[in-house]
């Protein structure tokens, strides 16, 4: 096929999702903003043969977004996607109006928080109420989709243990599943952001990436000192114009302080205009 | 059979729910905090033919109470309970304990808040976090007993709208009914509340739902007169020892100020130690 399958109504979905129940097939989401690039088509692949139907929304979500972000401009290339889908075999792309997601308006929806122990902290205390938004969301995605399973990326690794509380927490019959950072030749993550940036900008930032492994590696070799490391890696991206929202070691798992168990180094840099955001797993031992 | 089957943990109950899905049965949902009279028993009984496999919850949901209220004198009767739901045909009793619906201790959980034009209000405003606390357990209970119909009591009118709102605005797949306030012979709603009552208080206290059937036939006389029809059923209330948190009048649909629309009268008052809540519809022009 040279499309896949486009609903945008809760109720034309309800009636596929519905069929595909009854006949006892398993059901996979990808949630997506759009503008497709090979970090998102990485995660179609992935869960493409854990399914019997694979589904795919794109809706630019206004809940998650600060008055003063980038909700406006936020890429839209719906025709593009849909190309991209039908060649990675998606069945249904869920491609909703945001009248169709909050008729009443996205500022009067019941909404969902997860404990702000997982939310209050990195992008969470950049970007306040933007995990409220992403937890609201994708609860009405589960509720419209029923997935059996669904995958979020790496990329935005606070938003994957938030969905995961999210589910646990709320007891939603929903396997999630994860998928790595696919990144540029020059290590920069994928990411629909970085068509904001301008030539320089472009060439420079790579640096939070490079940052951030220089930080894990140091890490495992000096595991005591954490915090000494990341304001290290802040001022260095500071000095390179990168400036830092935070840089930051976490326990992998709960993003609490760092302790026994993995960890993770997590950054957040403004670039002009643009906000990026990577993070990597500290390898124990790597280091030393 | 003497008792219907219970379970006590998600995965006993998960394990029932995917097999009736699985085979394409429709399932009902019967929410209670247990200690069942005859108003629990005619939500089964109303239920009961609208679908193929009916689930009774019993869950005191200590989310939904405040710090000084009666979380730990509330009745807990399980025994009774399922007796008086297998003469009712209920096929399934989930009856979990606290650890095992709040693992992390209720205080940790993600919560879903419904918006506060509905939940700030009237028992929302007397019992902060209440309808939080309601939200969240019937959010969790609707995933975990994933029924395609769920009823609930006219009683907790409030309550009511907000599972209602609830469940349009995170599009939870489930269709809600509702049924009507079973009333002992002197028109006391019944409660479980009502146990708490010493015999002088049980006699004054059918005096809430006389008083709001008058309110409800002096604006059907005088609909412009709603304000000044609730002050003095208050003074009434109060005058015979029922210390009214509330008495309102308010658009049937949405609880806003009352319109054009159906009106509900709605009332709550504190008799000694125990807080009574009752409701009545007010019929259009009945009283002129």
Chains 1, 2 share one sequence.
Not at 2 to 7: H, I, K, L, N
Not at 34 to 61: K, M, W, Y
Not at 244 to 263: E, M, N, Q, S
Request: charged share 25%.
């Amino acid at each position: 096929m040279d499309q896949p399958d486009t609903v945008n109504t809760r109720s034309d979905l309800a009636a596929r999702v519905v069929a595909w129940q009854r006949a006892g097939e398993r059901i996979g989401l990808v949630p997506t903003m759009g503008n497709l690039h090979e970090g998102h088509l990485s995660l179609v692949r992935a869960l493409r043969p854990q399914c019997d139907r694979l589904i795919t929304s794109i809706f630019v979500n206004p809940l998650q977004f600060g008055p003063d972000e980038d909700l406006e401009r936020y890429p839209r290339t719906l025709e593009a996607d849909r190309k991209q889908l039908a060649a990675a075999g998606v069945d249904l792309v869920f491609a909703p109006g945001v009248k169709e997601i909050y008729p009443r308006g996205d500022q009067a929806s019941t909404v969902v928080e997860v404990p702000t122990e997982l939310t209050g902290q990195l992008c969470g205390r950049d970007r306040p109420g933007h995990f409220t938004g992403v937890a609201t969301v994708v609860s009405k995605l589960f509720n419209l989709c029923r997935p059996d399973v669904a995958i979020f990326g790496e990329k935005d690794y606070q938003q994957l243990l938030v969905i995961r509380r999210l589910v646990e927490d709320l007891d939603f019959p929903v396997e999630v599943v994860s998928g790595p950072i696919v990144r540029e030749d020059d290590g920069l993550a994928m990411s629909s952001r970085n068509h904001y940036l301008d030539p320089g900008e472009r060439r420079r930032a790579p640096l939070l990436y490079r940052t951030l492994c220089e930080l894990a590696e140091g890490l495992a070799a000096q595991p005591d000192r954490a915090d000494a490391l990341a304001r290290q890696a802040e001022s260095r991206l500071s000095e390179a114009g990168l400036e830092p929202d935070y840089v930051a070691v976490r326990d992998a798992r709960t993003l609490g302080p760092p302790g026994a168990g993995p960890l993770r180094v997590l950054g957040a840099v403004r670039l002009g205009s643009t906000r990026l955001i990577d993070n990597v797993a500290v390898r124990p031992g790597a280091g030393t």
